[in-house]
């Protein structure tokens, strides 16, 4: 399920950094979600990017997981207007998991937001 705001998400090679990446473009918000099996306690890393022009600083997704939010850490990159890997910072328990991730609404401006490599380490 994938949801914008304003215009709707496409699968874009313009602009990632590992081939294609899930892209908003022109957008106040929106979020992308899905289900996942996972069979032990995980955490769950992803790369965002999500600046504008003279406002360098990405706007940090929330990160639900069955609705309830989970809180995420850099833990590559800087938040200066480039690409940065976000990680959930508590172990998640395993089963079948509804995972959100949900750029807020931001009415101040328009951007393009980009979600890249979500991966899941199992513990």
């Known amino acids: 399920n994938l949801n914008s705001i304003d215009n709707g ?3 874009s090679n313009n602009n ?3 081939g294609s990446s899930f892209l908003a473009s022109g957008c106040h918000g929106g979020y992308i979600q899905f289900t996942k099996q996972v069979n032990s ?6 790369w965002i990017q999500s600046y ?4 360098w600083a990405n706007i940090i997704p929330f990160l639900y997981i069955d609705n309830q939010v989970q809180n ?4 590559s990159g800087n938040n200066s207007g480039d690409w940065i890997q976000l990680e959930s910072n508590a172990l ?3 089963g079948n998991r509804t995972i959100k991730i949900e750029f807020p609404y931001n009415g ?4 393009n937001y980009y979600v890249d490599q979500i991966e899941f380490s199992c513990f």
């Not at 995420?72 to 833990?75: D, R």
């Open 16 to 18: 990632s950094i590992f």
């Open 52 to 55: 504008d022009q003279g406002s």
């Open 41 to 46: 306690d995980f955490k769950i890393r992803f």
């Open 9 to 11: 998400w496409i699968i």
């Open 92 to 94: 998640i328990n395993g």
């Open 72 to 75: 995420c850490s850099i833990i």
């Open 108 to 111: 101040n401006s328009i951007r």
